[in-house]
């Protein structure tokens, strides 16, 4: 197995936190003025995830997005930034992304990574709002709307204090986070734009809390990709199979390679799942479907195999490939196959300077008497937009609201999470931008 320095790294920080928590320190003046914002608006800023909850936003209701985009347009617009909405080409067929931006000199510029979108379109039958004493149950509750309000009601506390003041700072809201529109160099042109100006990028994903129930802090996410893997054989009578003119046929050549796969392309943080099979005399395969035919007594002329590979650096990506390709040139008599990928999501890799953030949000948490937050595992974590920016500048995520179940119909959220979080986010932020 491949060893990962930075990962390594990054396990050995979450456990010294774990273990050895940072030592508090005294709030300032100003730092206790604005947790005292915070907690002055925490009604308020309940009943705004609620009205957003409460509009269905799911990728492909575009109306809905724009809706929720408004709504919170205002919000920054009350708060002083200069906010515009970027509609996206219609052969995109997204609906766009919600971007506010205020310019100064002062600190480090940031940017600030949330998403309007949901899993749940027009037609679901999942409810809006359901709240069951100091939980509450919705669409998009905290998948990732919640961490919407906290980078709202963070400026808000910030702003009461004039803090916001000759501050740079960006946020973008995206509209299809769940589904990223393609081309994605055209999806996320202005999300990347943005992390060009900016120095630091903080993602609002939810918290995930680790198995002690500590809430943790996300230093790196798996990219995602596909492949598909593409097989030929010779169709003839299954009784001349494994001879010299026959060979394998295509489905034992599949097989081969699919459990090669499994036994040799082995890495921590890596993963590779085959999700669609066909294989027969005759095969139509189209996005996620497919038609196929065949018969017990003739051997199986051609498969194909798509699945997705899930990795943490480039540098793994690229060892991966090679031991997939080789695998699959291996080809059986008779047999020939050919595989090619197609990548999504690029990675968060682990890097010095996301575990030096997470340090400075972990000490802000100390000081508030929240508890430290350890490094989540990178391979733990799925993909998300902060990582089309984070090859470009240092990165946190997970800094979001906590719950459980996100894309089902329990999803729900810790309502006593959504005042939690804001507090440390704005704490870091006022640091950030001293």
Known sequence: MAFNPIAAAALTLALTLSQHPAQAAPLTPTEQRIIAAVKAHTEQALQLLERSVNINSGTMNHEGVRSVGALFRNEFDQLGFRTSWIDMPPAVQRAGHLLATREGKQG??????????????????????????????????NDMKGGDVIIIEALRALQSVGALDNTSISVIFSGDEENAGDPVEISRADMIAAARRSDLALAFEGTVRDKDGHDTGTIGRRASSEWTLTVQGKQGHSAGIFSDHAGYGAIYETARIIDGLRQQVIEPDLTFSPGLMLGGTSIT???????????NNVIARSATVKGDLRYLSYAQRD?????????????LPGTSASIEFHEHYPPMSPTEGNLALLKIYSQASSDAGLGAIPALPPGQR?????????????????????????????????????ERATIRTALLLYRLTR
């Open 108 to 141: 480090k510029r940031l940017l600030l990574i949330g998403h309007l979108d949901t899993v749940f379109e027009k037609d679901s039958p999942v409810a809006l709002w359901q709240r069951n004493g100091g939980r509450v149950r919705g669409q998009g509750v």
């Open 285 to 295: 395969e189209s996005g996620s479907q497919g038609q196929v035919a065949g018969k």
């Open 319 to 331: 060892r991966a490939h090679a031991k997939m390709r080789a695998i699959v040139a291996a080809s």
């Open 382 to 418: 799925g993909a998300g937009d902060i990582q089309f920016v984070a090859p470009l500048l240092d990165s946190l995520d997970g800094l979001g609201a906590t719950g459980n179940g996100s894309h089902s119909p329990d999803e729900d959220l810790e309502i006593a999470s959504i």
